[in-house]
């Protein structure tokens, strides 16, 4: 089909093909933004309902999480459907209204699609498991057992225990990567990959402007479904799965990361090609996530954007750490193009992973709009949110469930949106929410902050603007990261502009000599110091120090 919507304007918008480079996007997951039918789950109409909230944070683009029919057993991340929205969420028609209520407000619309996978309740999983032989016999990861019974290899799902499930239809084993209703595509196939590309063609076609790749590196397996090696305890960290999970123990080079993918992401990019849409990839990998990244994103026939996790990490980015991050960037994917998060609905809110305050979380937020790479916000970063701690009973993520208590999984950070302050339920329902709003939250909610000039909010929208304000901090090239002591700075390039960004990354006062340079300070709205005398400048704790020269 095509829809009228495919080619609605956007405000303010030229033809940018490249507009996703050092785009600011805004993460919505939709069961816990906005409730519009009182039924304690957020939907596409309470999404469109908030997208004058959004527009007001300057941001370029949103990503919606999945919103596809669904068993909903890893809450939309298990597709029975590709090309409907599940009631629960509303109908096609409320999507292409909110295509086009964001449209009209300058905002893109990036979905996620979650190929590398889909629901045992999807209709071509019921086909291929029903016999060896049918036309669908073959979309998804079949194998014959071990001759003792056992799974045909040591292979580890990310959510515990084996990836391989016995299914007695076919008297064989299928991967599952994820949860074991979660059966993987077989990426080896022809017809899946047309089919995909089908998917991807009837939501370009519907008006969206790009895609969130859910676990892009995952699509494709080892054909010869060979052994995982073990992978060095002194190697393991917990980037990508809790230290509990024996996943960590693998280097996963043949369950996942197969040169082959290589092939369907440039069929991808061929598809999006024409509409001007734009992708970027989640890559999960502990070990090769940035050299992975850099592979995705090289050249101009792959994906435009991915992202690893090293911000993603239990560990607050130390001076030293952001430069060691950047330095391999520029090594292993100087090529390529970095989307960089601290937070999203997979991992604890960074605001108490990295136990911040709000002087820091200022710090950071102006930092990471300063990094070269495109940024993604995660809904509520911009409150200050932090984790929710939810009670055993409450909890909804099979993830927490499984690896409780040393792990709690994913709920805390994926509790309601807080709209009012004045209300329990944090004005995102009029019923029972599915996830317990945090009383915590009700205090920061985005009607308290309005109210407040000097609340965290206000500081996210100054420090969009100033990207947008300096094409140096959105697309610009930079020198190499240095550091000293807690302070880190660099410098960013781009259009006879040069943009001089310093962060004090600590609680303590500093001063740091300044590269060399006629520097005029600015950002005073973010806090920056204002002051720069005989090539230094000093910093208060948490401290920035922006300032520009013409080249």
């Known amino acids: 089909m095509t829809s009228a919507l495919a080619n609605a304007p956007l405000a303010n918008n030229a033809v940018d093909r490249d507009w996703w480079r050092g785009a600011v996007i805004y993460q919505i997951y939709p069961r816990s933004y906005q409730d519009s039918t009182g039924d304690g789950i957020g939907d596409l109409a309470g999404i469109v309902a908030r997208l004058p909230y959004i527009a007001t944070l300057g941001v370029d683009a949103i990503w919606i999480s999945p919103f596809f029919t669904s068993p909903m057993k890893d809450f939309g991340y298990d597709v029975s459907d590709y090309c409907d929205v599940d009631p629960m969420f509303g109908a096609l028609s409320d999507f292409d209204k909110l295509v086009e209520t964001a449209h009209a407000l300058g905002i893109r619309i990036m979905i996620d699609l979650v190929l590398s996978h889909t629901s045992d309740a999807h209709p071509w999983f019921g086909e291929s498991r029903a016999d060896k032989t049918n036309a669908k016999a073959d979309w998804y990861v079949w194998s014959d057992p071990k001759p003792d019974g056992t799974p045909p290899n040591n292979w580890l799902s990310i959510f515990g225990g084996s990836a391989w499930q016995w299914d007695t239809r076919r008297e064989q084993y299928y991967l599952h990567n994820f949860l074991v209703s979660q059966p993987d595509l077989n990426f080896h196939s022809m017809e899946v990959h047309d089919a995909l590309l089908?998917?991807?063609?009837?939501?370009?076609?519907?008006?969206?402007?790009g895609f969130r790749l859910d676990t892009i590196n995952f699509y494709t397996h080892d054909k010869e479904l060979r052994d995982n090696p073990a992978l060095p305890k002194e190697q393991r960290n917990a980037d990508t799965a809790p230290a509990v999970n024996p996943?960590?123990?693998?280097?996963?080079?043949?369950?996942?990361?197969?040169?082959?993918?290589?092939d369907f992401l440039r069929k991808l990019r061929a598809v999006m090609e024409p509409f001007g849409a734009a992708a970027v990839g989640e890559v999960g990998d502990a070990q090769r996530g940035l050299e992975i990244m850099g592979e995705y994103t090289a050249g101009d026939d792959l994906m435009q954007m991915c992202y690893a996790f090293e911000y993603l990490s239990p560990e607050q980015p130390t001076p030293r750490r952001i430069?060691?991050?950047?330095?391999?960037v520029d090594r292993v994917a100087a090529d390529g193009w970095a989307c960089w998060a601290f937070s999203n609905h997979d991992v604890k809110r960074h605001a108490t992973r990295w136990d911040l305050s709000d002087a820091?979380?200022?710090?950071?937020?102006?930092?990471?709009?300063?990094l070269r790479g495109s940024v993604c916000i995660y809904q509520g970063e911009e409150l200050?949110?932090?984790?929710?701690?939810?009670?055993?009973?409450?909890?909804?993520d099979p993830y927490g469930i499984e690896f409780w208590p040393e792990f709690k999984g994913r709920d805390g950070c994926r509790t309601p949106m807080v709209w009012e302050s004045d209300n329990r339920n944090g004005g995102f329902s009029q019923g029972k929410p599915w996830l317990p709003v945090a009383a915590a939250h009700l205090g920061q909610s985005v009607a308290a902050q309005e109210a407040d000039p000097t609340a965290l909010i206000h500081h996210y929208r100054r420090a969009i603007a100033l990207r947008h304000a300096h094409s140096a901090l959105a697309k610009g090239s930079h020198a190499p990261i240095q550091t000293d002591g807690n302070v880190v700075y660099f410098t960013r390039q781009d259009a006879g502009e040069d943009v001089l960004c310093v962060f004090n990354v600590g609680d303590s006062s500093a001063r740091t000599r300044l590269p060399a340079g006629n520097w005029t300070p600015i950002a005073a709205d973010l806090g920056g110091v204002q002051e720069i005398a005989d090539g230094q400048v000093a910093l208060d704790p948490w401290q920035v120090c922006i300032a520009t020269r013409n080249i």
């Open 323 to 328: 430069a060691e991050i950047m330095a391999r």
């Open 360 to 370: 820091a979380q200022r710090m950071f937020a102006t930092l990471i709009m300063c």
């Open 384 to 396: 200050g949110l932090g984790e929710a701690d939810v009670a055993f009973e409450d909890l909804q």
């Open 247 to 262: 996943y960590n123990h693998q280097e996963h080079i043949y369950s996942k990361n197969r040169p082959e993918n290589l």
């Open 198 to 209: 089908d998917v991807a063609q009837f939501w370009l076609e519907r008006g969206v402007d």
